[in-house]
Every structure is written in C-alpha cells, then in structure tokens.
C-alpha cells in the first residue's frame, strides 16, 4: 500500500479539498494522510466561511505523518494565507526528495478570490520552484502567469512561462474554454502536448480540480511517470464527472467510486 500525503482545506460539503482527496487516493488504492490548512463552511451552492488552521498547527500535521509514513507524493490544494503558504513551503523544503503536485486553489467556482496578493507573490517564488507538477485551470493560470489566455497557443505561452518561474512540468486545464472538447495543454520541459477528452454537459464539476491534481499524485506514488499520471487522472475525471450521482442543489460532487 502506497502513501500520499494531501495539504489542503476541508470543504463541509465534501466535494472538493481534503475529502475529495483521501476519496480519490482511496480510489487508487493509495493510503491517504493529510493536513488541513483551513477549515470551511460550503457546500455546491458556494463557500460562505473560511477559517484558517494555525500555522503551527499546520506544519506538525505534515511534519507527524512524514515522520511515521512512507511518504511518495505530495499535493497542495488551498493555503488560505500567505503565512500558511511560508510555512508549507518550508516543510516540503525539508523533504525534497518526494514529488509535489501543485493544484493553485486561487479562486472558487462562484468567483471568489482565495488567495491574497502577497500569498501569490510566495506561490511564485517559493512553490512553484518545489512543483514536480503545476495544474492550473485557465483562470489560475492567467493570475500566475499574469496574461490573458484564450487561444491554445497562449496557454501554451503561460505554460512555458510557469515552468520559467521554475515548476517543473505545467498542465493547463482546458474543461472551462469553448468548444466541443476538454483539452488540456502538458508542458513537461521537453515540448508541449494536447491532453484531449470529451467535454460532458454536466453539474458534477465541484471538486475536479482537487480531484485532478489528487489522482495524479496518486498514480505518482504508485511509481507511474509523469505522463502516463496525467493522461489517467484526465480519464479517471471524466468518468467521475460521468457517472456522478445529482447531489446538492448546485454544482455537485463527482463520484469518485464509479468503478467500485
């Protein structure tokens, strides 16, 4: 049994952040732990409270099940603060030898910025040089790379310049663009490649990016390379999307089971 470790916020609705996850390593028959940056109150109509974990308390939580697990993936999802975000990026400096996926939780479904200004400024500056992998949609991706995106070759273009703000590999989320279907852009520092899939007319879409980004780490963990990680997690997505169960009166969770 393969061990993933997620850093991320906790969504009451458990459509995303840390329940979507463990629900998603769980799926890959990976052993999930976790540390919890923030504590929120949503569900699929939106996010009405965040409440940020002490920063302390932040780093004992990964520092305790490094110490005891057998660590082979990591993936950040929300870190609600710039302190949080200082504080995660020592610890993973502490450990450089496990893989991280970065998901940039930057701004909800609804449109709410998550993250502050000078918080981005150490997403830049401090995690993106410890990503393995970075997996922003188009609008995360704009406000890194700070330029617009709507054509492929400008995502292109943002990909290459996220990967020269120093991640190592950049996948730019396509799920959100026009057209008939999803393609996502895979800039791994060896050329740039078109990720495509079927674009489902669906409201079980809460959660597929920290679903996205949780499965990859989790095909990572169980020693797939890189590539092969990302291609299975966008398939393991669709069907999620796919097969989802109608939950909540909003955008629903994804059925991170459909295959059990």
């Keep these: 049994m393969r061990t993933a470790l997620t850093i991320a916020g906790s969504d ?3 459509g995303a952040g840390i329940q979507a996850d463990l629900k998603t390593f769980a799926a890959h028959e990976v052993y999930g732990v976790c540390a919890v940056t923030a504590v929120t109150a949503q569900n699929t109509l939106g996010v009405t409270t965040i409440d940020p974990i002490r920063t302390t308390v932040v780093a ?6 490094i110490a005891d697990f057998d660590v082979l993936a990591i993936k950040t ?51 993106l040089p410890r990503a393995a992998l970075l997996t922003p949609n188009r609008r995360e991706a704009e406000i890194l790379a700070g330029q617009p995106i709507t054509t492929r070759q400008q995502a292109a273009d943002a ?55 949780a499965a990859i780490a989790a095909h990572l963990a169980r020693g797939a390379a890189l590539g092969d ?27 991170h089971f459909w295959s059990k």
């Design 60 to 65: 004992a939580q990964i520092d305790a099940v």
């Design 77 to 127: 999802g929300m870190l609600a603060t710039s302190a949080i975000v200082a504080v995660v990026c020592d610890r993973l400096e502490a450990y450089p030898g496990v893989p991280v996926v970065v998901d940039p939780v930057l701004v909800s479904t609804s449109g709410h910025r998550l993250l502050d200004e000078q918080a981005l400024a150490l997403v830049r500056s401090r995690l």
């Design 159 to 213: 990909a290459a310049r996220l990967r020269a703000m120093g991640a190592a590999a950049v996948v730019v989320t396509g799920g959100d663009h026009d057209g008939p279907d999803a393609v996502d852009l895979l800039d791994d520092g060896h050329g740039v490649s078109e990720l495509r899939g079927t674009k489902l007319d669906s409201r079980a879409t809460h959660g597929t990016g920290c679903t996205f980004s």
């Design 12 to 14: 009451s609705g458990g």
């Design 229 to 255: 990680a990302v291609v299975a997690a966008k398939r393991y997505v669709e069907a999620a999307i796919d097969h989802a169960h109608p939950l909540g009166h909003g955008y629903g969770p994804l059925n």
